[in-house]
């Protein structure tokens, strides 16, 4: 029995592709909860795991060569776990480089973009005081409907986001992705992308990544306290 894999997290999109991804691959984990509304994530013992105080992150007892391993980053982490198990990364280079690219569009694009989507349409309006900025608003927006059409169009060719296989791409995409509605998109005109949201969705190891500690994710960024912490740039 392999010796369980510590994961650093809390219920965001970027914590659910771990979790998911851990969920789907079968592999032992505990979680230690890194409460980013309170600023644990710049704690000195987190920081020595992720040094850019974001989570998640792990710690992998049985990192390479049997040696411990701590890896930031959602997207190397992904990478590492569909290395280490040889699970949904393809089965061939040009597989792999389509995972790559997919992973890193999500990375570079659908992930900031649709969190400062979230940031201007949900959280800045309500802060103290308030910051309602209509420029913000329609740029992150539109922006990410854009992304949305190119997903649209990338999942008419295929069945998934790298090909007509499941693999970690699909893992990062789709925690962002489910959160459309957050976003204030409209997918009618996207019906590739909501076959795809579906099919995902009812998977029952992204059902219960998603599921881990959800309760707690209505705390984050309610209070005042908690806004100072997110969004006032401290660490």
């Known amino acids: 029995m392999s010796k369980p894999i510590e994961l650093n997290y809390w219920p965001t999109p970027n914590g659910w592709k771990i979790s998911i991804a851990l969920e789907e ?16 994530q710049f704690a000195p013992e987190f920081l020595k795991i992720s040094p850019n105080n974001r989570m998640p992150a792990i710690v992998d007892p049985e990192g390479p060569d049997g040696a411990p391993i701590a890896i930031f980053e959602s997207g190397a982490i992904l990478l590492y776990l569909a290395r280490k198990t040889g699970q949904f990364y393809g089965s061939s280079e040009r597989d792999r480089i389509a995972v790559e690219q997919w992973l890193m569009w999500q990375m570079g694009g659908l992930g900031p973009m649709a969190g400062q989507a979230h940031h201007f349409l949900a959280y800045a309006p309500t802060m103290d ?8 608003k329609d740029r992150y927006r539109n922006e990410v409907n854009r992304l949305y059409g190119v997903l649209d ?33 409209n997918l009618s005109d996207k019906p590739n992308l909501q076959r795809w949201l579906a ?37």
């Open 25 to 40: 691959m079968g592999l032992p984990y505990t979680v230690k909860l890194i409460n980013i509304g309170k600023g644990e």
């Open 129 to 136: 005081p308030p910051n309602d900025l209509p420029y913000a």
């Open 153 to 185: 169009k990338q999942l008419g060719q295929n069945e998934f986001v790298a090909g007509d296989f499941y693999s970690i791409a699909d893992m990062a995409v789709w925690p962002w992705a489910s959160l459309w509605q957050k976003q204030e998109q």
């Open 199 to 235: 099919a995902v969705g009812a998977r029952p190891a992204v059902r219960a990544g998603q599921a881990l500690h959800l309760d707690k994710r209505a705390t984050t960024a309610t209070s005042s306290d908690a806004q100072k912490v997110l969004f006032g740039q401290k660490g």
